[in-house]
Structure formats: structure tokens, C-alpha cells
């Protein structure tokens, strides 16, 4: 079975454009995450979708905004770049929402770099 | 607010020694509390979790943690640690207060010389 799988694998953007950020979940898995991973920290939650519905969110300006598609995939779409935004962007997902039994699974990453 | 709190951020060990790394959490409703390792240009990994029942709870790779919910704690713990434990370790909750939110630490590197 794949897991979770991010696309692009990393990313040069030019402050002020615009970036959408792919993930499909593991088959099956109806619960999406994003988090942003800055150089040193632990992941910050930016968004929880589940069954195309928005369940939770971070603390992360309305520059960011996710949705989720009937397949469940996922996409994170970012306006008006700052050098701030250059971090690794994860994608997690899990059967179900919330609190579960099972935890998340993990994808590889999106390394954005904002120039 | 909900927060996660990671207080060693670099460990050195040698081998065979124990470990124990430190995770307490403030939130007073319900929570569910995760460790992740991250090893060296590998995506994060999931070695246990906490949802009810044992406070004690055992993960793969011979880590265990405990829920003390009196001090709002759950240490990562490994009787004997080896060198391919060196990782970056993540202790996480799921908050739930109408929303869902996941909170990590900041993390701790281990290093475990051999």
C-alpha cells in the first residue's frame, strides 16, 4: 500500500505568488492534517479536514486556506508568500477524525523555499 | 490555550543507558497524547499513543510512556537505549474543545553514542 504522498517534493516561490500544496491520503484514510515544520521546531497545525469537512484549524493567517476533494485528497493553497512561509509543509492522514485509535501517518514533505 | 511543553531539546547518551524524556501538556479536558520519532531524512513516525485506560503504554522498539494525570505528564521512556535511537522525538496531543486541534513540542534531539 502507498502511504501518504505529498507533491511536489520541494518548491522555489517568489514572495507575494501564490502556492498550492498536493497530498493524497493512505486508501481508505478519511482524515487529512496539514502542519508547517520550520528548521528546529515541532510541526504547527495549520488544518484538519475530514469527510471534505473542515474539523480544525490552527492559528495561521486567512493567507492559508485547504480543502478536500470526494477522493479525499487534499490540497493547502497559500497567497501572498512571505520569506516567513519557507518551512517543510507535512500532510498527515488517519481513518478517522480526531481522537483516534490509530494516530496519524505521516508524508514526506513539501520543502517550500519563499526567495 | 492548549500547549505542549518539551523541556530537554538536545540528549546525549551512550549506549545501554536509559532514557527518559519529559512532555507535559495544559489543558484541562480531554486529551490524547502521541510520541513521533523522526529519524535522520525519514517523515515522522508513530511509536505510541494514549487514548483511556493503562497509563502505561507501550510503543515499538521497546519505548514505553506514562499518562500521570495529576502532574499533566507523559514521559517517553527506554530501558536501554541504542545507537540507532538517535532521532528527533515529538511528543503530541489532540486537543478537542468544539474543534479539533493537534499540538506538537518543540522536540528533543537525541544522540546516542556508541
Known amino acids: 500500500d502507498a502511504g501518504v504522498t505529498q507533491s511536489p517534493t520541494h518548491l522555489i516561490k517568489t514572495r507575494g505568488q501564490h502556492v498550492t500544496l498536493r497530498c493524497s491520503p493512505i486508501?481508505?484514510?478519511?482524515?487529512v492534517s496539514w502542519y508547517q515544520q520550520v528548521l528546529g521546531q515541532g510541526p504547527q497545525f495549520i488544518f484538519q479536514y475530514y469527510e471534505k469537512e473542515e474539523r480544525g484549524r490552527g492559528n495561521f493567517p486567512d493567507r492559508f486556506s485547504a480543502r478536500q476533494f470526494p477522493n479525499y485528497s487534499s490540497e493547502l493553497n497559500v497567497n501572498a508568500l512571505l520569506l516567513g512561509d519557507s518551512a517543510l509543509y507535512l500532510c498527515?492522514?488517519?481513518?478517522?477524525?480526531?481522537?483516534?485509535?490509530?494516530?496519524?501517518?505521516f508524508g514526506s514533505g513539501t520543502r517550500l523555499t519563499v526567495v | 490555550a492548549q500547549s505542549v511543553s518539551q523541556h530537554n531539546h538536545h540528549v546525549i547518551l551512550s549506549e545501554a543507558a536509559s532514557l527518559e524524556l519529559g512532555c507535559n501538556y495544559s489543558y484541562g479536558g480531554t486529551v490524547n497524547l502521541f510520541w513521533y520519532v523522526q529519524y535522520p531524512g525519514q517523515h515522522l513516525q508513530l511509536l505510541l499513543k494514549y487514548f483511556s485506560g493503562d497509563p502505561l503504554v507501550k510503543g515499538i522498539k521497546g519505548f514505553e510512556a506514562e499518562f500521570i494525570k495529576s502532574k499533566f505528564s507523559f514521559n517517553l521512556r527506554k530501558p536501554s537505549v541504542q545507537w540507532s535511537d538517535t532521532a528527533e522525538y515529538f511528543c503530541?496531543?489532540?486537543?478537542?474543545?468544539?474543534?479539533?486541534?493537534?499540538?506538537f513540542g518543540t522536540g528533543t534531539r537525541l544522540k546516542v553514542l556508541a
Open positions: 503530541a496531543a489532540i486537543f478537542y474543545s468544539g474543534t479539533y486541534k493537534y499540538i
Open positions: 486508501s481508505g484514510h478519511k482524515s
Open positions: 498527515a492522514s488517519s481513518s478517522e477524525q480526531g481522537t483516534t485509535n490509530y494516530g496519524y501517518t
